[in-house]
């Protein structure tokens, strides 16, 4: 029973674990260009953003991901992040989202 209980606990620690790959692979030596995730900003916790969430199909650390992980923890309150993501200057795909961000899960309803 004990062995089973540290399994379903490593499976879940390890799980959370997110991995984002770099908007540049690191063989890439040529030039970039640079995209800045944008806001439209109502109040200290309503925002609209938009942001690239992929490059090339692989999945990169975004605006919305370090706003929720920079803001977790302050009520109601939210300070939206907007950082740019360098990307190789070469015809690639990308993936553009918009969301609408509050800051308490509980505004959404």
Known sequence: MKRLFAAVVLAISVSGCAHYEPSVPADYTGPKAKIKDTIKYYSGS???????????????????????????????????????????????????????????PILEL
């Open 46 to 104: 309503h925002v609209d953003m938009f942001f690239l969430t992929h490059v090339d199909g692989m999945e990169i650390n975004n605006s919305r991901f370090k706003t929720l992980s920079a803001n977790r923890g302050r009520g109601f309150e939210m300070e939206p992040l907007t950082p740019m993501n360098p990307i190789p200057a070469r015809p690639v795909v990308i993936t553009l989202k918009a969301r609408t961000m509050y800051g308490a």
